[in-house]
């Protein structure tokens, strides 16, 4: 009991000192809260990772901080910290339950998507040589606007200014030997 009223003065002594402006005894009142704070919220949170709990003396640390004018030097220091820190903690289980709401845990996210269709391999697309001759059964035009935009990979400004085509005739010319394609190649 001695000995927590005398830390209690030390740590208020440095607040003190801290407020008129001593970098030294501000430093030195951070370092020596910083295991108070530590072992006090793995007593309240005993459940927490180590990373949380870290989590939530870095917060504490922080609002003593942003709050250390708020300290009234003729008060006892540790009572003042601990409400801060019990206020973190707080702070930190709405945190934790919003987070939980919103948010599903995996262990391994998934490669890609979990639905079939949309995982589409190479192999599926079947024969290349079988694309390309259906490729060349369409127009002028829409071989020409499917070669510049999708195979060549030009923008649709620069497949206009090549082809003397407007933009707006690319991307009808393009969306026709599209659907063109999936309908002849569905039927071989």
């Given at each position: 009991?001695?000995?927590?009223?005398?830390?209690?003065?030390?740590?208020?002594?440095?607040?003190?000192?801290?407020?008129?402006?001593?970098?030294?005894?501000?430093?030195?009142?951070?370092?020596?809260?910083?295991?108070?704070?530590?072992?006090?919220?793995?007593?309240?949170?005993?459940?927490?990772?180590?990373?949380?709990?870290?989590?939530?003396?870095?917060?504490?640390?922080?609002?003593?901080?942003?709050?250390?004018?708020?300290?009234?030097?003729?008060?006892?220091?540790?009572?003042?910290?601990?409400?801060?820190?019990?206020?973190?903690?707080?702070?930190s289980g709405r945190r934790?339950?919003?987070?939980?709401?919103?948010?599903?845990?995996?262990?391994?996210?998934?490669?890609?998507?979990?639905?079939?269709?949309a995982n589409l391999g190479?192999?599926?697309?079947?024969?290349?040589?079988?694309?390309?001759?259906?490729?060349?059964?369409?127009?002028?035009?829409?071989?020409?606007?499917?070669?510049?935009?999708?195979?060549?990979?030009?923008?649709?400004?620069?497949?206009?200014?090549?082809?003397?085509?407007?933009?707006?005739?690319?991307?009808?010319?393009?969306?026709?030997?599209?659907?063109?394609?999936?309908?002849?190649?569905?039927?071989?």
């Open positions: 009991m001695a000995q927590e009223r005398h830390d209690s003065e030390k740590l208020a002594d440095l607040m003190r000192a801290g407020q008129d402006g001593d970098k030294r005894a501000y430093a030195q009142l951070l370092a020596e809260i910083a295991p108070i704070v530590r072992r006090f919220v793995r007593r309240q949170r005993s459940f927490l990772d180590r990373e949380d709990v870290e989590d939530i003396v870095q917060d504490v640390l922080i609002s003593v901080h942003s709050v250390r004018q708020t300290y009234d030097s003729e008060r006892p220091f540790l009572p003042w910290l601990i409400a801060i820190a019990r206020n973190r903690m707080i702070d934790y339950v919003r987070r939980a709401a919103h948010e599903v845990r995996v262990e391994a996210p998934p490669v890609t998507f979990s639905d079939p269709d190479q192999a599926e697309y079947g024969d290349p040589e079988e694309l390309r001759r259906a490729i060349g059964r369409l127009p002028a035009g829409q071989r020409e606007a499917l070669e510049l935009l999708k195979l060549k990979e030009m923008s649709l400004k620069e497949a206009s200014a090549v082809s003397g085509s407007s933009v707006a005739a690319l991307k009808v010319s393009v969306h026709r030997a599209v659907l063109s394609l999936r309908k002849t190649l569905k039927k071989e």
